[in-house]
């Protein structure tokens, strides 16, 4: 392991910060720290001048955090952003504090040094923060995982697809809650390979998780699962819906997007439902 870790330092208009901390996940910070007028301040620490927020990204590699901070330069040309390298000994304490474990109905999804704590009741998904996305802790994800445990629980055994399925945090949760068949599609060959570690680890070894594009996964599926950007949505909307039988859940989509989304469905013959919202993310829920 590296001797010292990078962290991207980024001072940006409050009504920015959200977008830019999505960015920061893609592009590989394994954890984040943000800072706004509503957090208490901490003696020492910089405070975010009026109007900004301070968005403290972690990274392990300097290509990486380089990577990112040329991507945040570009898409946030007035943001300010400061690369530093720290010394590395209180790194794996700093970024774990910063994932959080969820509990969404039925499930609990959270990283293995909170396992233990895990309320006995819940059905338990480990996901070790690696580099793909879906530890559980996003707005995108959690709404997600909500609509998997209200599905399951009215169709047991049904079969489900999952594009874009990072960590396999949403596949893995539908099995645990009773799906018959599971495929998992991510375009990212590291994410999966992560997702199958984390089926392994998680007792759902089953699980059919590959690169396939979805012209080449077979058959159709009761519920198919979708959380990916708004404009791959848009792109990948008569494939994806040539794989529901049924129900289709969206996410990745901020509020200001949800309504070019949804047309692109119901050109295809989808009606809109009711969906959720957390925050700016909202879930498009629709039937086939
Ligand atoms: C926001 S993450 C969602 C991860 C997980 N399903 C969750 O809900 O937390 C989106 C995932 O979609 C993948 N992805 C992006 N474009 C894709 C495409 N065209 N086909 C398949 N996967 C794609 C990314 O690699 C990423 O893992």
Not at 72 to 98: C, F, G
Request: hydrophobic share 45%; glycine share 6%; charged share 25%.
């Amino acid at each position: 392991m590296s001797q010292t870790y990078l962290s991207l330092t980024v001072d940006i208009a409050e009504e920015a910060s959200e977008i830019l901390q999505d960015l920061l996940h893609e592009a590989g910070a394994l954890g984040l720290e943000v800072r706004d007028h509503e957090m208490p301040i901490m003696p020492g620490m910089r405070i975010p001048a009026t109007g900004e927020s301070i968005v403290v990204a972690y990274f392990e590699d300097r290509e990486t955090a380089e990577s990112a901070r040329d991507a945040v330069a570009e898409s946030h040309p007035k943001a300010r952003i400061t690369l530093d390298e720290q010394p590395q000994q209180d790194w794996s304490n700093e970024w774990k504090s910063l994932i959080k474990s969820v509990q969404v109905g039925r499930l609990w999804v959270g990283p293995p040094w909170e396992a233990e704590s895990a309320p006995q009741d819940k059905v338990r998904i480990v996901i070790e923060p690696k580099m793909a996305f879906g530890t559980g802790d996003h707005p995108t994800t959690s709404l997600c995982l909500a609509a998997v445990d209200e599905f399951m629980a009215a169709h047991p055994g049904a079969s489900v697809l999952d594009v874009g399925t990072g960590t396999g945090v949403l596949a893995i949760a539908a099995k645990k809650l009773g799906a018959g068949t599971v495929v998992g599609t991510d375009n990212d060959p590291v994410c999966v390979e992560l997702a199958r570690e984390n089926c392994t680890d998680n007792a759902t070894p089953d699980l059919d998780i590959s690169e396939r594009e979805l012209t080449q996964v077979a058959g159709t599926f009761d519920l198919v699962l979708a959380n990916i950007l708004a404009n791959t949505l848009i792109e990948l909307a008569p494939l994806i819906v040539a794989k529901a039988k049924d129900r289709l859940v969206l996410a990745g989509v901020l509020a200001h997007q949800r309504l070019d989304v949804e047309a692109a469905f119901r050109k295809l013959g989808c009606t809109v439902l009711a969906g959720a919202q957390q925050g700016e993310w909202v879930r498009i829920d629709l039937k086939r």
